[in-house]
């Protein structure tokens, strides 16, 4: 949905309910963060100081996002003049769109991080979105679009990264991989890369847009306890089952965890299917015999009315829901992620 806004699409509005009504109505809210878990006594300590005891635990705490890791980022972002955005912050995504719109000429760059990322088809799709906003408004000869990615690929899945190239070299955006924004001089209006090809060679590049996806993590509530996490800190779950590696009566689901899927709401959805079978079945003694297969997709919107939609499993081979080719672009899967997916979100997803 923050690409649609940042393209100008759809409205921040949109994407706001609030948190009560998205909860099932026999929950218990508790209006607090977790600050700890102690697993071994099956409770978490909230920020309050409040201890809550658990039978069975699901974790859900998603990626925590880094902007500061970035030298110059935060300043630039709070710069309202500066040509500086993000889709990737609540705050921030109400900018990018403006900026995209002000930019006549120049040096149009968006960026992918050397980290996992939320929905990490989206740093491209707000380039494709721009570069036909550019063509639409008759400035795109005037405007160098750049991707530069600090993945060895730009999509994970062949037969989709092999679109994405054609689609990129029709329209003329340059696709560096292997390149890490590390700096950024907003008063030079100038981005420092670093190459991940060995070289660690770095370079200097002007812009006149900079979009910047933020390198992004497990949360720190995660990593101060290596016994629920890998080495990285992500919550350590069986692929298959989603439950916790060491601790039985805790499961994970979505971007906190160590499932090597795509982190975006497809998959989630699939694994909130597994979660809710696995643990109903753990709360009746009965093995559980259903398996996540890694299913994630990636509505990959290539611009104003068109989309490639990828779906794929772990082994990143095609998992296509519809009987044509979705390696091409189509009208009807761009309905479906404008209009369908949000609609399915909030009425299915949520409830």
């Known amino acids: 949905m923050f690409t649609l806004i940042g393209g100008g699409?759809?409205?921040?509005?949109?994407?706001?309910?609030?948190?009560?009504?998205?909860?099932?109505?026999?929950?218990?809210?508790?209006?607090?963060?977790?600050?700890?878990?102690?697993?071994?006594?099956?409770?978490?300590?909230?920020?309050?100081?409040?201890?809550?005891?658990?039978?069975?635990?699901?974790?859900?705490?998603?990626?925590?996002?880094?902007?500061?890791?970035?030298?110059?980022?935060?300043?630039?972002?709070?710069?309202?003049?500066?040509q500086v955005c993000s889709i990737y912050g609540s705050d921030t995504v109400v900018n990018v769109f403006p900026k995209i719109a002000r930019t006549q000429e120049g040096t149009a760059i968006f960026t992918f991080p050397n980290s996992p990322v939320k929905c990490p088809g989206a740093p491209q799709k707000i380039a494709y979105i721009a570069e036909d906003y550019f063509r639409k408004k008759k400035v795109r000869d005037n405007v160098k679009v750049v991707y530069n990615t600090a993945l060895p690929v730009i999509f994970g899945v062949k037969k989709y990264a092999d679109s994405l190239w054609d689609v990129c070299k029709?329209?003329?955006?340059?696709?560096?991989?292997?390149?890490?924004?590390?700096?950024?001089?907003?008063?030079?209006?100038?981005?420092?890369?670093q190459k991940l090809d060995?070289?660690?060679?770095?370079?200097?590049?002007?812009?006149?847009?900079?979009?910047?996806?933020?390198?992004?993590?497990?949360?720190?509530?995660?990593?101060?306890?290596?016994?629920?996490?890998?080495?990285?800190?992500?919550?350590t779950v069986d692929p298959k089952t989603l439950r916790h590696t060491k601790y039985p009566n805790i499961y994970g689901i979505g971007d906190c965890t160590s499932t090597p899927n795509s982190k975006t709401m497809a998959a989630i959805a699939a694994q909130g299917k597994v979660l809710y079978k696995n643990i109903i079945d753990d709360l009746a003694g009965k093995p559980m015999t259903m398996a996540y297969n890694g299913y994630s997709s990636c509505p990959l919107v290539t611009g104003y009315n068109k989309c490639i939609l990828a779906e794929f499993d772990y082994n990143l081979q095609p998992l296509e829901t519809f009987p044509v080719n979705q390696g091409r672009e189509y009208f009807f899967t761009y309905l479906l992620k404008t209009y369908v997916f949000p609609l399915l979100y909030w009425n299915l997803m949520t409830r």
Not at 172 to 193: C, G, M, R, S
């Open 170 to 193: 029709q329209r003329n955006i340059t696709v560096n991989v292997q390149t890490n924004l590390v700096e950024i001089d907003p008063v030079k209006q100038e981005a420092v890369f």
């Open 198 to 235: 060995g070289s660690n060679e770095t370079f200097v590049e002007k812009y006149s847009l900079l979009h910047v996806c933020p390198p992004m993590g497990p949360p720190d509530v995660l990593k101060k306890h290596p016994s629920l996490t890998n080495e990285v800190g992500f919550l």
């Open 9 to 82: 699409i759809r409205s921040l509005e949109a994407s706001k309910r609030p948190m009560k009504d998205t909860l099932p109505s026999n929950a218990k809210w508790f209006e607090d963060n977790v600050i700890s878990f102690e697993p071994t006594q099956n409770q978490v300590t909230m920020s309050n100081g409040d201890t809550v005891e658990y039978e069975i635990m699901i974790v859900a705490v998603g990626l925590q996002l880094y902007w500061e890791k970035i030298p110059g980022l935060v300043k630039s972002l709070k710069d309202g003049l500066s």
